[in-house]
């Protein structure tokens, strides 16, 4: 549920005034809400249920090298600013910004019951509005763009949430969800969703005929099943 309280325009001014502003973790949400992580911290941690997406630029070693760093932090900004439009509206919550990857929450703290599918509907956002700039800048370089692009991991299940270490502390999600989304993503090809098997079965659209896989893992004994959506 969104929390009923003038974010933008002439009518926030009153909210501005008592300090009640847009989050900067998440616009949709206001800094009311942030007391929710307030109580995560004063616990050190929590565990919820949620579904976790990693989404990482394909080709990023080759592109450090054809590309000068003017043009690297052009594209790094704008897969960052293009990922956080795509989970914030669909009330993710962008997490993290690690280098050449994203990592995003859902359910969290704005609760969704159909949150797998809002975390489906943001990695195709992100597809949609990365493919173009793909073709469009990375080919004048040379290189290959079938090897260029966005791939997504997506896993959904109980994880850790909480503020980690002691000299340095980190406000995040930890756990085994966690860890299967990120080696989703890390398996995934360019322009490719990755889900898991529990992700896909929370899925509203999990009647529909999936191309589905067996992938070998980083750390994982056994092939985990996967769904390319």
Not at 77 to 89: G, K, Q, R
Not at 138 to 167: C, K, N, P, Q, S
Request: neutral net charge.
């Amino acid at each position: 549920m969104h929390v009923p309280i003038v974010l933008r325009g002439p009518l926030s001014v009153p909210f501005r005034v008592f300090g009640v502003r847009p989050s900067r973790m998440n616009p949709n949400i206001c800094t009311i809400c942030e007391t929710m992580f307030e109580h995560v911290m004063r616990r050190r941690s929590i565990e919820i249920e949620a579904t976790i997406l990693f989404a990482d630029i394909r080709g990023y070693t080759t592109l450090t090298q054809a590309m000068d760093a003017a043009a690297l932090a052009r594209l790094l900004n704008f897969f960052y600013d293009e990922c956080a439009t795509a989970v914030w509206l669909h009330d993710g919550l962008l997490n993290k910004a690690i280098g050449d990857s994203i990592l995003a929450i859902f359910n969290f703290p704005l609760r969704h019951g159909d949150h797998t599918d809002l975390a489906l509907a943001a990695a195709r956002d992100i597809q949609a509005r990365c493919h173009a700039r793909c073709k469009q800048e990375l080919a004048g370089y040379g290189l290959d763009v079938a090897e260029l692009g966005v791939g997504v991991g997506i896993d959904r299940g109980t994880t850790t949430f909480g503020e980690f270490g002691t000299t340095h502390t980190d406000l995040t999600a930890v756990g085994q969800v966690v860890n299967r989304a990120s080696r989703l993503q890390s398996v995934a090809a360019a322009g490719e969703i990755l889900v898991s098997e529990a992700a896909w079965q929370a899925l509203a659209a999990a009647k529909a005929a999936p191309q589905r896989r067996e992938v070998q893992l980083k750390g994982y004994g056994a092939p985990q099943v996967a769904y390319a959506c």
